[in-house]
């Protein structure tokens, strides 16, 4: 079993920056970012696979950032010009095998 703990979210206002960061307790092999809103499913923001590779939704390219630190079995999200469409909670993924859930950050985008 993989714990994965998320940090970073939080209240900013529109065109700011966040950086989320995910450890997991273990070694994984994708891992990436999903965000949902209240009454909509939850919808992929960006993911890392293990080679490195990065995909990312249409609506944040150019503007959110993933990278890893595999020595550190951590994962970043830069979020840079932040629109308050962004805003929702923030779920951590990890895939070994099975996939893996973080406990969700909020982000708020707000004025």
């Known amino acids: 079993q993989v714990q994965l703990v998320e940090s970073g979210g939080g209240l900013v206002q529109p065109g700011g920056s966040l950086r989320l960061s995910c450890v997991a307790s273990?070694?994984?092999?994708?891992m990436g970012w999903y965000r949902q809103v209240p009454g909509k499913e939850r919808e992929l923001v960006a993911l890392?696979?293990?080679?490195?590779?990065?995909n990312y939704a249409d609506s944040v390219k150019g503007r959110f950032t993933i990278s890893r630190d595999s020595a550190k079995n951590t994962v970043y999200l830069q979020m840079n010009s932040l629109r308050p469409g962004d805003t929702a909670v923030y779920y951590c993924?990890?895939?070994?095998?099975?996939?893996?859930w973080g406990q969700g950050t909020q982000v708020t985008v707000s004025s």
């Open positions: 273990g070694s994984v092999y994708d």
């Open positions: 993924y990890a895939q070994l095998g099975i996939i893996f």
């Open positions: 890392i696979l293990y080679g490195g590779s990065t």
